[in-house]
């Protein structure tokens, strides 16, 4: 409030003055003021420094352009990256083949072929053998990162495995699970980390 009466030319009353020294309102305008020079500097209107009611007015409208024609622009395609080397998408290199993801450890598979393709013999849930030896039917991972990464990894083994087969690996017969690994075949496919059909 003083700092209003201040740049209306008007005097303060001595409480008013009392928080204006303690607040050290002064100073505070004063970086204001600079902060406000700085930014209109930077947009090239230095013109309207000082900021006054009229001038705050055209402030506005000159904002409102520039929005509108930075708006213009990117849907162009053009776009002013405040920091390109961080924020600009920069293509992929294509790659061989894409790493496991951190965190999505599934049971190391020993003897992947005989579950993938099964003899005609063989019962259809035939177990998977993991690191520790122990024998059990691996578990269909609930969440989308572990499910990618099992797949690749039982398709390391036996490249030419269908969704069917491969669903066969997690037990009885699921055909939403199916459908989940066709979903993730096409997506390898289409990445180009599976040679089509």
Request: proline residues 10%; charged residues 25%.
């Amino acid at each position: 409030m003083s700092s209003k009466k201040l740049r209306a030319g008007e005097s303060l009353n001595a409480k008013e003055k009392t928080v204006h020294d303690q607040g050290l309102v002064t100073l505070l305008r004063q970086i204001h003021d600079e902060l406000d020079a700085a930014v209109l500097e930077a947009y090239g209107w230095a013109d309207l420094h000082p900021l006054t009611p009229e001038r705050e007015a055209e402030l506005l409208t000159r904002l409102v352009a520039l929005n509108h024609e930075r708006a213009a622009e990117e849907q162009r395609g053009h776009i002013r990256w405040l920091r390109p080397d961080y924020q600009a998408p920069v293509p992929a290199a294509p790659q061989a083949a894409q790493p496991a993801l951190p965190g999505t450890d599934s049971p190391s598979v020993s003897s992947v072929s005989s579950v993938v393709n099964p003899s005609p013999n063989a019962p259809a849930t035939q177990p998977l053998k993991t690191e520790n030896s122990e024998l059990k039917t691996p578990i269909w991972p609930p969440r989308l990162p572990e499910q990618v990464a099992l797949i690749r990894q039982l398709l390391a083994a036996e490249p030419t495995a269908t969704a069917e087969t491969l669903s066969a690996c997690f037990g009885r017969k699921s055909p939403k699970r199916t459908e989940q690994i066709e979903g993730i075949l096409e997506t390898l496919r289409g990445l180009g980390h599976l040679s089509g059909d």
